[in-house]
């Protein structure tokens, strides 16, 4: 509320926000918004927060290595990439 005045307005805004973690690598033992790093003035201005972590699997990473380059290589070509068959 600003100036004492309480308004409800209807949104057809939608925004879609992407954060990295403070120093590269996301720590379970702190908050969402101290790895974040953003103030809680502004996450609080979002609906929904959702935290996606990429586990670090050497092989599964290799693969979808191997698949993207392999994918831009052939791109000029036309050729259609094969699948990718991961199990995540």
């Not at 052939?74 to 990718?84: D, F, N, Q, V």
């Amino acid at each position: 509320a600003k100036a004492g005045i309480h308004a409800s307005l209807n949104a057809r805004t939608s925004v879609l926000a992407a954060a990295n973690p403070v120093g590269g690598k996301y720590n379970a033992e702190v908050s969402p918004m101290e790895n974040i790093g953003l103030p809680d003035s502004l996450l609080s201005r979002f609906d929904l927060l959702f935290i996606v972590l990429d586990t670090k699997k050497i092989e599964t990473d290799r693969l979808i290595s191997a698949h993207v380059l392999h994918t831009h290589r052939t791109a000029a070509t036309g050729a259609r990439p094969a699948a990718l068959s991961v199990g995540m």
